[in-house]
């Protein structure tokens, strides 16, 4: 009787172009059946998911895109490949796609083409990707002038400044909430627990970032800061709370 192939370990990763896109989950909910297929066929356990919603196209796309990131440190740590359903899913740029290959030495696997070995195979696949996303641009500016050039007014420049404020709100309203949620689980923890213990914490429990994406150790610092800030304010409350009645509160 042969013997059955072990399962590996990998990290799933997606990736959307707009807010839109990311919140209606149609591109990520694609994507995830095709890299979940892909996995049980080729026997691999995903053990982290991260995600994006940016683009892919920029020379330095990759410093914006926190999700792939992780994922690229996470694969160094464990020495485990990346699976995408598409390699244009990890960049549309040719360079970024060879630096995360032969700089960091991460494997990719994309569910449309296979484990991508040759350098070659890999760097053809990504200049694809680029000219693809350079067409898209092309024809987007050509579709805009056009429209300019009929007389259409672009954008609803009315209400700019009350769907900005609106936006600011919304941001604010989301980051206070975030904060909130890790304040109910710093309260849970030592004092002293280290950022990557923290975000790992977080993702585990599926609390994400106000964007909706997994936590990194740059994207815990800030919301941290204020989280143990409000921890602090709120055991300050107290204290004043407690001591209300006493006249020498506050004089040492």
């Known amino acids: 009787m042969g013997r059955s192939r072990r399962w590996k370990d990998a990290i799933a990763y997606r990736r959307v172009s707009t807010d839109k896109q990311g919140a209606s989950g149609v ?9 979940t297929a892909y996995a049980e ?3 691999h356990q995903l053990k982290h998911e991260y995600h994006d919603i940016a683009s892919g196209r920029g020379e330095h796309n990759l410093l914006k895109r926190p999700g792939l990131q992780a994922a690229i440190g996470r694969a160094i740590s464990d020495g485990i490949p990346i699976i995408v359903s598409g390699l244009d899913r990890i960049s549309r740029e040719t360079s970024t796609v060879n ?8 494997t990719i696997i994309s569910a449309r083409d296979g484990k991508l070995h040759n350098p070659v195979i890999i760097a053809a696949k990504a ?19 056009r429209k300019k050039a009929e007389g259409v ?7 700019l400044p009350e769907a900005q404020r609106l936006g600011r709100e919304s941001r604010i309203r989301k980051a206070n909430e975030t904060v909130l949620k890790i304040v109910s689980v710093l309260e849970t923890l030592p004092e002293d627990v280290a950022a990557r213990e923290l975000a790992d914490i ?23 800061r204020e989280a143990q800030a409000y921890i602090c ?11 209300k009645d006493n006249p020498e509160f506050g004089t040492f």
């Open 27 to 35: 591109g990520l909910e694609g994507q995830w059946a095709a890299i």
């Open 41 to 43: 066929a080729d026997r």
């Open 99 to 106: 630096e995360i290959v032969s700089k960091y030495g991460v």
């Open 127 to 145: 200049a694809r990707a680029q000219r693809e996303g350079e067409l898209i641009a092309q024809r987007t500016r050509e579709a805009l002038t």
């Open 153 to 159: 007014q672009l954008g609803n420049r009315k209400n």
């Open 202 to 224: 977080l993702n585990q429990r599926g609390i994400r970032t106000s964007r909706n994406l997994p936590w990194t150790i740059s994207a815990i610092r800030r919301p941290r």
């Open 233 to 243: 304010s709120r055991k300050s409350e107290g204290l004043k709370e407690m001591y």
